[in-house]
């Protein structure tokens, strides 16, 4: 457990021991600076930053604070009176493109994305069958299905109890968690860059989880009671099984196994929980826009069983995964820093969440993502003279990378073909 003390967590401040209610009342304007250990937005004035937050800033992390999203309505709260149906769903919300493209559906559909099984990659007598298999999912689907991961079945169950009791609590409590306007950690929206843009039919809340000291503990509930361990036992979890997952991959590829490691060093890791409400009009809104992951590589847990998650196929069609088997299996997905690095011999694969009319979903996704002095191209081992192919994207420092990624709104593959170099196949 981070930080190894008798408890997992760094010692509370007053804030942390303080009633969410009683924060609200004192914050005010100013409650975000406060939060932070700082004032640095103390009723619009910019003020200088605390020891603390200065550290923050240096974490790998930092990029996590440093691209806010416009405040926008809370969809749990707005669907409440939106289901209504003398109500009208906001237009803002509304997208005509929303049930455009033709769906690949039904309930065998999990079957249809690779599986891969963790224990079998680390057994000697199977790893190499399993690896050859782990690179074909990367490298045709971008995604696949873990299975035997190893990650024990308390730990699922009780992440997926907190999660979902999270989203329970009053909206009063939960927005002592907001985000704060300056980043994308806590309670909110993420990517809203314009008042013209359309809006996701869902709610989230983002947290830094590794490496353990950028955690803002502030940030993280005190109810339920059991989250904070809950979630640190799973971060703890899916670190490991990232970490595994990175070595087999640098196998695949033909680097050094110690190659993505290196660059995923202390393995920065957050989480993204997504609350999807049901929707009367669920076919006219999207519940998260098609995108594609900034992360090296993302854990996603099906929270509930309601499924939702749509991801384009390697035919180009969007293909519905089915709701979560029972065993806590991860949909892990390929990110763009991991198809860069690959030199696109990985893909990361564009994918969105649907809504239902009758049920609410939630899901939660883990990102691991390379270190912030990390330089995000490919691997020399596999471009220029190291492996002889010419470097297919433009090389950028990882915090440059994830600003550019965070200040545009959420657009397919736009964020990562934008860093394709076109190569020329002409000869003249
Ligand atoms: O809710 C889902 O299934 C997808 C979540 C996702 O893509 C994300 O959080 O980035």
């Known amino acids: 457990m981070a930080g190894g003390h008798s408890s997992p967590f760094p010692p509370p401040s007053s804030t942390h021991r303080r009633r969410p209610q009683e924060r609200d009342e004192e914050r005010g304007e100013g409650e975000r600076g406060s939060r932070r250990g700082g004032g640095r937005h103390l009723h619009g004035y ?82 190499d069958e399993e690896t ?27 992440a997926r109890k907190d999660i979902a009791e999270f989203f329970r609590l009053p909206l009063e409590t939960k927005k002592a968690y907001s985000q704060l306007p300056s980043g994308i950690e806590g309670y909110g929206q993420a990517f809203v860059v314009s008042h013209e843009q359309k809006l996701d039919w869902a709610d989230m809340f983002y ?33 490991r099984v990232a970490r595994c997952l990175l070595e087999f991959m640098a196998k695949d590829m033909g680097v050094r196994p110690g190659s993505l490691l290196e660059r995923f060093q202390d393995q920065p890791q957050g989480i993204r929980m997504n609350y999807y409400p049901p929707c009367r009009e669920a076919g006219k809104v999207v519940g998260l826009s098609p995108h594609t992951d900034a992360a090296g590589l993302t854990l996603l847990l099906q929270v509930n069983d309601v499924p939702g998650l749509q991801i384009r196929s390697p035919g180009g069609r969007w293909l519905a995964v089915g709701a979560p088997p029972d065993d806590g299996a991860f949909v892990v997905n390929v990110g763009d820093i991991l198809e860069i690095m690959s030199n696109g011999k990985y893909r990361s694969v564009e994918h969105r969440a649907v809504v239902r009319p009758d049920r609410e979903r939630v899901s939660a996704a883990v990102f691991h993502r390379p270190c912030q002095d990390a330089v995000v191209g490919p691997l020399p081992e596999l471009v220029g003279e190291g492996g002889g192919d010419n470097a297919r994207y433009t090389s950028m420092g990882y915090l440059d990378f994830m600003k550019r990624y965070y200040s545009a709104k959420l657009d397919g593959r736009n964020h990562l073909d934008g860093l394709r170099i076109k190569l020329s196949s002409s000869k003249g």
């Open 132 to 158: 050859a298999k782990l690179g074909s999912a990367c490298q045709q689907w971008g995604f696949f299905q873990l299975i035997n991961h190893g990650v024990s079945e308390d730990v699922i169950r009780d």
């Open 207 to 239: 947290l830094v989880l590794r490496p353990g000291e950028s955690r803002n503990m502030a940030l993280w509930p005190a109810h339920p009671p059991s989250f904070r361990n809950s979630i640190d036992r799973y971060s703890s979890e899916t670190a």
């Open 46 to 127: 910019t003020t200088t930053p605390t020891e603390e937050e200065q550290e923050r800033e240096k974490s790998p992390m930092a990029h996590a604070r440093s691209t806010g999203s416009l405040p926008v309505a809370n969809v749990q709260a707005l669907a409440e009176t939106c289901n209504d149906p003398d109500q009208q769903i906001p237009e803002r919300y509304i997208r005509a493109d929303a049930n455009a493209d033709e769906v690949i559906s039904g309930d065998d559909c999990t079957a249809a994305i690779p599986t891969v099984d963790l224990s079998k990659l680390l057994d000697p007598l199977s790893s």
